[in-house]
């Protein structure tokens, strides 16, 4: 006796089941790509604004740093002043005159700085915040 062979056709049973396993997998592989789509898209988000923010801090660096050189010229500058000073009233109209330069200078480098680390930050958020928009936008 042989063995009996049974159709390799589905039944009306396995046919439903079949078809809402193949859509189930596809719905799974597609979600899968759009997370890791989303995943990597967030990384360089996330990555561009470090960046950004890095050139930033960097750029503010440089500028405390022109800052200091400066300032530090600028007391040079009154010690030699003060050194050919002869009389009371030639003291005190140089270390007025100092005083009010260093004020206007310490004045304009604060609003500079200000403004610098203004716009450093609003570049530094600027990709967080398009991502933010785009993903909920």
């Known amino acids: 006796s042989t063995p009996k062979t049974t159709s390799a056709k ?19 592989t597609e979600a899968f790509g759009k997370m890791r789509q989303d995943a ?9 604004c ?14 405390v740093m022109e800052f200091a050189k400066s300032n530090t010229e600028a007391v040079v500058s ?3 002043t003060l050194s050919d000073v002869k ?3 030639e003291f005190l109209a140089a270390a007025t005159d100092y005083s009010r330069k260093q004020f206007e200078t310490l004045t304009e480098q604060t609003r500079d700085l200000t403004a610098l680390a203004q ?3 609003l570049a530094a958020v600027e990709p967080l915040k398009a991502g933010v928009s785009k993903a909920f936008g």
Do not use: C, D, M, W
Not at 40 to 48: D, G, H, R, V
């Open 40 to 48: 990597a898209e967030s990384t360089e988000l996330f990555q561009n």
């Open 119 to 121: 716009r450093v930050t």
């Open 10 to 28: 589905p039944t009306k049973i396995e046919q439903p089941l079949q078809a809402t396993a193949q859509n189930g997998s596809s719905q799974a």
């Open 78 to 80: 009154f010690a030699k």
């Open 87 to 89: 009389s009371p009233s």
């Open 50 to 63: 470090y960046v950004t923010g890095l050139k930033g801090a960097h750029e503010y660096n440089a500028k």
